[in-house]
């Protein structure tokens, strides 16, 4: 197998979340941050359903009787990742819930005009 | 500066990311307990959806943990928009055009089926409680955009938010008087691949999907009422 069929998933999965990352930590707009947590959580979601990929497996559903376990992916990374976006669905909305307060006491969005936040 | 300071960091990141990969093959054969959640999961929970047999059979104490961190962050969302909430005057929204409203009113049930339909046949099919619940939310975010002074009763979804995560719980407490363990499965595991099979999963993902519909409903009108 060559270089790019072993690891693109891998390297699509990571530089998602580095540029989640970079994001986060290069912006001053608060909901740029947001977005960007929200581009790292994507990455590593896509990470762990990539794990538990099997070469030419497919959905671990027995939808008729009978089927061959063999050829089936891991079901357990898919039970983690599918809580996981759930979840990171009603943290990002707390995140926005926090950033509509800030914007109401300090009346801007940029990280660099808030006081208490400088660094 | 701050991005460069963050790319060298992100190098950083990276070359380790990186080495610790290396070692990891992409589409390898599974891990061993995945592998047997494959093998044995048809017959030790009846659900034909091995995800759903880890989610609410093997995993199922996790998932309630799961579920209740997702209360969490609803609860807390609730309460940083409405604690000491000064909020500065109702701005007013322009009313939606004709084409989204009727197309909500028509939408809205049958979006809710599809929503009931995912989760009630989650252990047979791709869906469960958490991908059926969000659907539901969609609903209510779509009825949300069709008309911006509508209102879900709060009283009504909080109740059907609380008496499903009751649910959950008592669910867990019969296995536990029945059989001696919390969310065993003490009901017949019927026929694979029929509706009525897997004993207490179907009932765990309706919960499951009413606590998450309800929740992310919530959700949506706290953000909604923030900006009408």
């Known amino acids: 197998m060559s270089f790019l069929s072993d690891y693109a998933y891998y390297i699509g999965a990571f530089g998602l979340v580095l540029i989640g990352l ?56 898919q039970a983690l990742v599918l809580t996981a976006i759930v979840i990171g669905v009603a943290v990002l909305a707390l995140a926005l819930g926090l950033a509509v307060r800030l914007y109401r006491e300090y009346g801007t969005l940029d990280l660099r005009k808030m006081r208490e936040l400088k660094w | 500066m701050r991005a460069v300071v963050g790319i060298i960091l992100l190098a950083v990141v990276a070359v380790g990311i990186g080495l610790a990969l290396a070692e990891v093959p992409f589409g390898a054969p599974k891990t061993e307990v995945g592998g047997y959640y494959l093998e044995h999961g048809r017959e030790e929970t009846g659900a034909a959806n091995a995800v759903t047999s880890v989610v609410v059979g093997y995993r199922a104490f996790d998932t309630l943990g799961e579920v209740t961190v997702l209360f969490v962050a609803a609860l807390g969302l609730g309460a940083v928009l409405t604690a000491a909430g000064a909020k500065t005057g109702r701005r007013d929204v322009q009313p939606a055009s004709l084409v989204l409203r009727s197309g909500a009113k028509l939408l809205f049930p049958l979006i809710i089926l599809f929503g009931v339909y995912v989760f009630a046949h989650g252990h047979l099919t791709p869906g469960g409680g958490f991908q059926g619940g969000a659907v539901i939310a969609s609903a209510f975010l779509l009825l949300y955009l069709g008309d911006r002074n509508r209102r879900i009763s709060k009283a009504r979804r909080t109740a059907t938010e609380s008496l499903s995560g009751i649910a959950f719980v008592v669910i867990g407490l019969l296995g536990l008087s029945v059989g001696g363990h919390y969310l065993m499965n003490f009901m017949p595991k019927g026929t694979l691949n029929t509706l009525l099979s897997a004993g207490i999963i179907p009932l765990i993902y309706v919960a499951i999907g009413f606590k998450v519909g309800a929740e992310l409903a919530g959700v949506i009108d706290d953000l909604v009422k923030e900006t009408a």
């Open chain 1, 22 to 77: 970079l994001v986060v930590l290069s912006k001053h707009n608060l909901i740029k941050v947001i977005i960007g947590l929200s581009i790292f959580d994507t990455g590593i979601n896509l990470f762990l359903v990539s794990v538990g990929y099997l070469r030419k497996g497919t959905a671990p559903i027995f939808s008729r009787p009978g089927m061959d376990a063999g050829g089936m992916v891991d079901p357990v990374p």
